[in-house]
């Protein structure tokens, strides 16, 4: 096995711990966008990272185009190393406005996101709904996986994240955290380029906002999705998905 095979094996690891029903989440996802757009779907994954979704989108659908979208330096190294046929990797900061602008053309059939976009504030998240809905066709896709709490309905929002713990502890693996995962790549030297980037941009994950779930329906209608609504959840573990 090569070094970024091992750490993108540490990384699913390290992510599992956390996301318990990581992989059928991710099931969930590509099963909607083969529904909604056949089996070679033009699709966006926002903030892809190491192109976890991507691959296994690929994997399922051998002639889907996809393009991730990511500005962690050493994410798309890795997801590079093991880049399928299909994928197109763009570094883009999707709280910059003029993102989008940095991609293939549209139309796109579907764009999806994965344990990724709740770093983003109201205002980001808003200006990226609305750059989505210019880069879909009419009739197109976007759903995102994500942990998202009804801020409406608290005591069932501490219910949900009381079964988030529950499941956590039940199906935990040992395996690193994500900050140990980090330290021990800090120590690959392969990387090294793709490091040295990232603490040039001074890159890390903003502080974690706690958007709710009715803010992202909200923005999502703003934009101009006709449809909103929740197809699968797990505690907060959720499938939010949206027609344009």
Do not use: I
Request: aromatic fraction near 6%.
């Amino acid at each position: 096995m090569t070094a970024p095979a091992r750490w993108l094996q540490r990384w699913d690891a390290q992510q599992e711990g956390y996301l318990p029903d990581r992989e059928e989440r991710f099931e969930v996802l590509v099963d909607l966008v083969e529904a909604v757009a056949g089996p070679r779907p033009r699709v966006v994954d926002l903030a892809c990272g190491p192109a976890s979704l991507a691959t296994r989108m690929l994997a399922r659908l051998p002639d889907a185009e996809v393009v991730g979208v990511d500005t962690d330096p050493v994410l798309l190294a890795l997801a590079r190393s093991t880049a399928s046929p299909g994928l197109t990797l763009v570094d883009a900061d999707l709280r910059e406005p003029g993102w989008a602008g940095h991609l293939p053309a549209g139309p796109y059939d579907a764009v999806v996101s994965t344990t990724a976009l709740h770093w983003l504030h109201e205002p980001d998240l808003r200006q990226v709904y609305a750059a989505c809905a210019g880069l879909l066709r009419p009739g197109g896709l976007l759903v995102n996986g994500d942990h998202l709490r009804a801020h409406g309905s608290p005591r069932l929002v501490e219910l949900a994240l009381g079964l988030d713990q529950r499941r956590a502890e039940r199906h935990a693996v040992q395996a690193e955290d994500w900050a140990a995962w980090w330290s021990a790549v800090r120590q690959d030297r392969e990387l090294g380029d793709a490091l040295a980037e990232r603490d040039r941009r001074a890159f890390d994950h903003p502080e974690r906002s706690e958007t709710s779930r009715e803010v992202h329906e909200r923005a999502l209608r703003d934009a101009g999705f006709s449809e909103v609504d929740v197809l699968w959840r797990k505690g907060t573990d959720t499938v939010l998905a949206a027609l344009r």
